[in-house]
C-alpha cells in the first residue's frame, strides 16, 4: 500500500469519510534528531527525578493536596500563599509566549510531554519490535499470522507498561514517592480513588500511545492552535526553501534544489509535506531537516533546503529579530517573574495577625492606659516549634502581658489565639504610638512582625512627634 | 485563501470540495467531514446525558440539589437549637466537679484570661477570682454572663463570639473549681 500524499487542503490523518489515517512515520538520523533525543531522554529523567530527589527535607515537587503543602525546590507554600502560584503560571506562560514568538513550537518538539512519550519512547519500541516504516505498513495489510499476533501483543503490551509507569510518576507528584509506595503495598481498595485515578490515566495514556497520537496536537491541544497567534513572518521556523528548491525534480532536468524524493514526507509524524509550507500540523520535531540534509550531503548539494529560518527570510525578505511582540511578551514575563520572586521571599515561615479585641479601643484605670488586642499565630513549618513573642515601641513604660509572658509551642500546621494586653503609665503617656509585635523562632531570629497602634486619651503635642 | 492561487504544486487537489460561502478578510475555509472519533465523543456524550438524566431524577441515587440544601437548612437548624440554649447556674456549678470539663476550662483560661486575671486567678489587670467579692455578680450564670457579655467600660471585652457558649461555660466551670466561696444554687 502506498502511502498518502498530503494536501494543504486537508489534514492527512483524517480521511475523507472521516476515519482516521495512520502514519507511518520512517526512521531519520542526524543532528538534530540525535540532540533532540538526548534532550528528550534528559527532561523524560527530570520527570522521574522531580518527585524523587529531596531539596531542603522535601521532594523539589510535592504537590501534597492532602496535606494543603506545595513543596517547590525547597520553597514550601501553605494553600493560602497559592495566588503566588498565579504569578509563577503567567511568568511561564510568557516566558512560552517569548519563546514562541522568538524560535516558534520549539515547545512541541522539545518538551512537550506528549512528543517526549511519543518520540522518544512510543515510536522507539514500536520501531525495535515492527521495523521500518514500509515493514509497518505491510504488517498493517499483513493477515493475522501467529507472528504478527506475537508481535502487536508485545507492543500493546509495553506500551500499557509505560503508559502505567507515567500514570505511577504523575501521581506521585502529587502523594510523594514513599506515599505512592505505601499504596502500591497495601489492598486497592484502601485508597480505591486514587487507584481508579492511575488506572484511568494509564488507561487514557495507552489509548494516546496505540492509536490517538498526533491527533492530539491537531484537534485536542490549544496550545497549538495558539501558535498561529504567536508566530509571525519574524519567527524563527522549520522551513523548506522555495526559492531554491522550485522547480523540483529529478537531479539534472530542472534548476531546482528539491529532487523530489519526497523523504521529508516520509519522515514526518503528523503527515505533512513541509514543502507546502508553515502548516498548524507541524510540531517542529525537525525530522524534515535531517531527512533532507542527509540527502543533499549525499548528491552533493548544499544542506539547509529544509532549515530552521523566518517566513520572510525564507521568500528572501528582510527579518527582524527585535519586534514589538518580544517586548510586551518580556515584560509580561518579568512581571509574573519579579512579583512571584518578591513574593515568595515574603513567605514567612509563620502566620500572624495581632486585631484589637471588642469593646473599648483603650481603657482608663488605676493609672494606666490599657489597650487589649488577639493575636492569632500559626505555624507554617513541618516541624514543631517553640517561639516567644516580643513587644517593642518608642513610648517607656509599655508593659505587655498574654502572649508575651511565656513561650509559645506549637505543631506543624497548630494555630492558636491568644490576648496581648498593653498597658503604659497615665502619666508619662505621651499620645497614640506604634507597638511592633514580633515572633522569635527558637534560634533567636524574628520570623514575622506586625505593627499595631497603641491608642489611648489625647495628649497636647502628641502630633509634633 | 483560495487554494488555486496556492503557490506549490499539491494544492487544488480537492477542487471539487464544497467552500463554505461566508468570507473573512478574504479567507474561506471548505466544508469538511469531522474526524469519526470526535463525533463520536459527541454522540457519546449525548447518550450520557440521557442516562445521567434517567438515573438523577427516577433512580434516588443522587439526591436532587434543592432537596439536599433544604435538609442542610433543617440540619443547621437543629444544631442551633441545641446550642442557644443557656446553661442554668447549677449545671455550671456541677461542670466544676467534672474532671474532664474543669481541665478544658484550665486550657481556655490559661491562654485566654490568665493575661489578666493570673494564672493562680488572683488578678492583675483584672479582677481576683478566687476571692469572695464579685463586682459583677458571683453566681455561676453571673460569672458565664460576664464572660459572655464583658464589662467593656473596665476593659473586659465579650468573649461570647471569640469563645463560643460552651468553651466560656468550661471556664466558669475552671473558676468554680478553684474558689470554694461559691455556694451551690438551688437551680
Known amino acids: 500500500m502506498r502511502p498518502k500524499r498530503p494536501s494543504i487542503d486537508s489534514v492527512t490523518t483524517i480521511n475523507e469519510d ?21 534532550f528528550g531522554y534528559l527532561a523524560l529523567a527530570a520527570f522521574v527525578l522531580l518527585p524523587l530527589v529531596p531539596v531542603g527535607g522535601h521532594p523539589a515537587v510535592f504537590l501534597d493536596i492532602a496535606g494543603r503543602k506545595f513543596h517547590l525546590f525547597g520553597l514550601t507554600l501553605m494553600f493560602q500563599d497559592l495566588w503566588l502560584l498565579f504569578f509563577l503560571i503567567t511568568g511561564l506562560g510568557f516566558t512560552l509566549f517569548l519563546v514562541t514568538a522568538i524560535i516558534g513550537r520549539v515547545w512541541c518538539g522539545w518538551l512537550c510531554p506528549q512528543t517526549l512519550f511519543l518520540d522518544h519512547v512510543v515510536r522507539r519500541i514500536e520501531r525495535v519490535i515492527e521495523g521500518d516504516a514500509p515493514v509497518r505498513r505491510q504488517l498493517d495489510s499483513a493477515p493475522w499470522t501467529a507472528g504478527k499476533i506475537f508481535k502487536r501483543a508485545l507492543k500493546h503490551a509495553l506500551f500499557f507498561l509505560f503508559a502505567a509507569l507515567v500514570a505511577h510518576v504523575f501521581l506521585s ?35 494516546d500511545f496505540a492509536w490517538f497520537r498526533e491527533q492530539f496536537c491537531i484537534v485536542l491541544c490549544p496550545y497549538g492552535r495558539l501558535q498561529s497567534a504567536l508566530i509571525d513572518d519574524h519567527s524563527i521556523v522549520v522551513g523548506y526553501d522555495e526559492k531554491r528548491g522550485e522547480p523540483r525534480g529529478k537531479a539534472g532536468t530542472t534548476t531546482g534544489d528539491c529532487i523530489d524524493c519526497r523523504r521529508c514526507v516520509q519522515v514526518c509524524p503528523t503527515g505533512i509535506d513541509i514543502r507546502q509550507g508553515l502548516q498548524m500540523e507541524c510540531i517542529a520535531c525537525e525530522a524534515c531537516i535531517d531527512a533532507c540534509d542527509e540527502v543533499m550531503v549525499r548528491i552533493g548539494r548544499k544542506p539547509g533546503l529544509v532549515r530552521h529560518d523566518s517566513l520572510n527570510a525564507l521568500a528572501g525578505k528582510a527579518s527582524r529579530f527585535l519586534r514589538p511582540r518580544l517586548y510586551l511578551y518580556l515584560v509580561f514575563a518579568l512581571l509574573g517573574a519579579s512579583v512571584f520572586l518578591f513574593a515568595a521571599t515574603q513567605v514567612r515561615p509563620v502566620l500572624l495577625y495581632v486585631s484589637r479585641l471588642p469593646g473599648a479601643p483603650y481603657i482608663r484605670a488605676d493609672g494606666i492606659v490599657r489597650n487589649n488586642f488577639l493575636m492569632r499565630l500559626g505555624n507554617k513549618l513541618s516541624g514543631e516549634e517553640t517561639f516567644r513573642v516580643q513587644v517593642r515601641a518608642a513610648q517607656p513604660g509599655l508593659e505587655s502581658v498574654g502572649a508575651t509572658q511565656k513561650p509559645i509551642t506549637l505543631g506543624p500546621g497548630e494555630e492558636i489565639q491568644e490576648p496581648i494586653i498593653l498597658t503604659v503609665p ?19 531570629t524574628v520570623v514575622n512582625r506586625r505593627e499595631i497602634p497603641f491608642l489611648g486619651p489625647f495628649r497636647e503635642g502628641a502630633f509634633a512627634q | ?8 504544486h499539491n494544492a487544488g487537489e480537492h477542487d471539487d470540495d464544497a467552500l463554505r460561502p461566508h468570507t473573512y478578510d478574504g479567507i474561506q475555509e471548505y466544508d469538511k467531514r469531522l474526524p469519526n472519533w470526535w463525533l463520536f465523543t459527541l454522540y457519546g456524550a449525548i447518550l450520557f446525558s ?18 439536599r440544601v433544604q435538609s442542610e437548612i433543617e440540619a443547621v437548624k437543629l444544631a442551633a437549637l441545641g446550642k442557644g440554649e443557656p446553661p442554668s447556674s447549677l449545671q455550671l456549678y456541677n461542670f466544676g ?42 453566681t455561676p450564670m453571673d460569672i458565664f454572663n460576664t464572660i459572655n457579655n464583658g464589662v467593656t467600660e473596665k476593659g473586659m471585652p465579650s468573649w461570647g463570639p471569640l469563645l463560643g457558649q460552651q468553651r466560656i461555660a468550661e471556664v466558669v466551670a475552671y473558676i468554680v473549681s478553684k474558689n470554694p466561696t461559691i455556694a451551690q444554687p438551688a437551680e
Not at chain 1, 526512521?27 to 533525543?37: A, E, H, K, S
Not at chain 1, 503617656?429 to 533567636?444: C, D, K, L, M, Q
Open chain 2, 50 to 67: 440521557v442516562g445521567y438524566w434517567a438515573y438523577y431524577h427516577w433512580t434516588g441515587h443522587m439526591q436532587q440539589g434543592w432537596v
Open chain 1, 18 to 38: 472521516g476515519s482516521r489515517y495512520m502514519v507511518h512515520p520512517a526512521g531519520v538520523r542526524g543532528f538534530w534528531t540525535r540532540t533532540r533525543r538526548i
Open chain 1, 426 to 444: 497615665d502619666e508619662i503617656f505621651r499620645g497614640e504610638f506604634p507597638v511592633t509585635v514580633e515572633i522569635v523562632n527558637s534560634a533567636g
Open chain 1, 173 to 207: 507528584y502529587f502523594v510523594s514517592v514513599p506515599g505512592l509506595w505505601g499504596m502500591m503495598h497495601a489492598s486497592p481498595l484502601a485508597n480505591w480513588h486514587l487507584f481508579l485515578f492511575v488506572f484511568g490515566m494509564a488507561a487514557a495514556l495507552y489509548f
Open chain 2, 97 to 138: 466537679k467534672d474532671e474532664k470539663i474543669v481541665a478544658a476550662g484550665q486550657k481556655t483560661f490559661n491562654t485566654t484570661c490568665a493575661a489578666c486575671h493570673g494564672e493562680d486567678l488572683k488578678g492583675g489587670i483584672g479582677q481576683n477570682l478566687v476571692d469572695a467579692t464579685w463586682i459583677h455578680g458571683g
Open chain 2, 1 to 8: 485563501m483560495n487554494p488555486n492561487e496556492h503557490p506549490t
